[in-house]
């Protein structure tokens, strides 16, 4: 099946930093990548949608200057939480779509963010 | 409105009872599909079943939708311990670029 990776699987910062947290489809290429955030014991909300080479499309309520997505090419996309604060801890999981006819997003393992 | 919303929210059972869990919607879709989740991990794709579909099976799980009444409901036979986790329905729009909408999920407890 289609395999996709998240990197970091988890990271602990410091108020204020800056947080870089990758998405690769492994086996195949994503035109559209999905950004999802998760807080405990909650569900999956999206945040964003991010198509390669285009601006990413985001939900309402995020704010897109504090987190960044770059979609550079069909097998990467990049979540950015800038200056981060505590209360961005969660869970961020990311999901490739690929168009060879199927209809089922494939999820990353996700990311445990931890911001002191 | 929410999309997706599960019932119960949390079940426990014994390992070899069947465990049911519903779902209610309130848009047309184009999919709805069920995911798993253990703690802290990924989620895994269970099954997706289309809107022009009534039933679907796989393996253990018996999925069916009711788009008349916009609900669909996931049974799992026979459990096991390792069923343990949390199930979330999700369901994609014709309108909206595949997007997912969850619901809130059921924590399903299998005890030994």
């Known amino acids: 099946g289609a395999v996709v990776s998240q990197h970091p699987s988890w990271v602990i910062c410091k108020s204020g930093t800056s947080v870089k947290i990758e998405c690769r489809s492994l086996?195949?290429?994503?035109?559209?990548m999905f950004w999802y955030r998760q807080f405990p014991k909650q569900s999956l909300m999206l945040m964003a949608t991010?198509?390669?080479?285009?601006?990413?499309?985001?939900e309402q309520g995020v704010e897109k200057d504090k987190f960044l997505i770059n979609h550079a090419s069909l097998t990467l996309s990049t979540l950015t939480v800038t200056s981060a604060h505590p209360e961005d801890s969660s869970f961020y999981i990311c999901?490739?779509?690929?168009?060879?006819?199927?209809?089922?997003?494939?999820f990353g393992p996700g990311t445990r963010l931890t911001v002191l | 409105s929410q999309q997706g919303e599960e019932d119960p929210q949390a079940l426990s059972i014994q390992e070899g009872e069947n465990a049911t869990m519903n779902c209610s919607y309130k848009t047309s879709i184009n999919n709805l599909q069920w995911y798993r989740q253990n703690s802290g991990r990924g989620l895994v794709h269970l099954i997706l079943i289309r809107s022009n579909e009534r039933e679907k099976h796989s393996g253990r799980l018996r999925v069916t939708l009711d788009t008349s009444k916009k609900s669909s409901s996931l049974l799992i036979t026979a459990s096991r311990a390792a069923d343990t986790a949390s199930y979330f329905c999700a369901t994609a729009e014709w309108s909206s670029n595949y997007k997912l909408t969850f619901g809130k999920g059921t924590l399903l407890t299998v005890n030994p």
């Open positions: 999901s490739a779509w690929t168009t060879s006819g199927r209809h089922e997003q494939f």
């Open positions: 991010s198509n390669e080479g285009s601006k990413a499309t985001y």
């Open positions: 086996d195949f290429q994503a035109t559209t």
